[in-house]
């Protein structure tokens, strides 16, 4: 008696791609961090591979799936309702890593640009990796202060 077993797919399923995702983006946020003006780091900031990879990943998955009955934007229920679908979850996840990491981009840009110690910008890009809006807004502080002083 033979027992069908379903072939196995040779993609990656959410959550390798989940890991991937986050470590190149921890990656690229460590040499934001300890290397912003190496020049590989500069090229990386000039031609955003990472966020551009990101970008294809949450292309993939949010045309993939977002056909989920119920799910939409105009409540928090249709929203809960499309996070609830695991493939949709690493889409939203994925559109965070990217979009923080271009804000990352920009928040250097502009430190270098003014002229300001990367020692004071170290915790508003942590800040930008870790809770996004917060790390921006910490930025704007610290540019509005030094403009003033």
């Not at 928090?76 to 690493?90: I, K, N």
């Not at 270098?112 to 915790?123: G, M, T």
Request: hydrophobic share 50%; glycine share 6%.
């Amino acid at each position: 008696m033979r027992i069908y077993t379903r072939p196995q797919n040779n993609y990656m399923n959410t959550s390798q791609i989940f890991s991937l995702a986050g470590t190149i983006a921890a990656l690229q946020w460590a040499i934001l961090i300890i290397l912003p003006k190496w020049k590989i780091t500069q090229w990386l900031i000039r031609r955003p591979v990472v966020p551009v990879f990101l970008s294809v990943v949450y292309c993939i998955y949010i045309v993939g799936f977002f056909n989920t009955p119920g799910g939409g934007y105009n409540s928090l229920q249709q929203v809960r309702t499309l996070f609830a679908d695991d493939h949709l979850l690493l889409a939203g996840w994925v559109h965070y890593l990217a979009f923080d990491l271009l804000i990352g981009f920009a928040i250097i840009k502009s430190s270098q640009e003014k002229h300001i110690s990367h020692w004071l910008i170290i915790p508003c890009l942590i800040s930008t990796f870790m809770f996004g809006p917060c790390g921006f807004l910490l930025y704007q502080i610290f540019k509005n202060f030094k403009k003033q002083s």
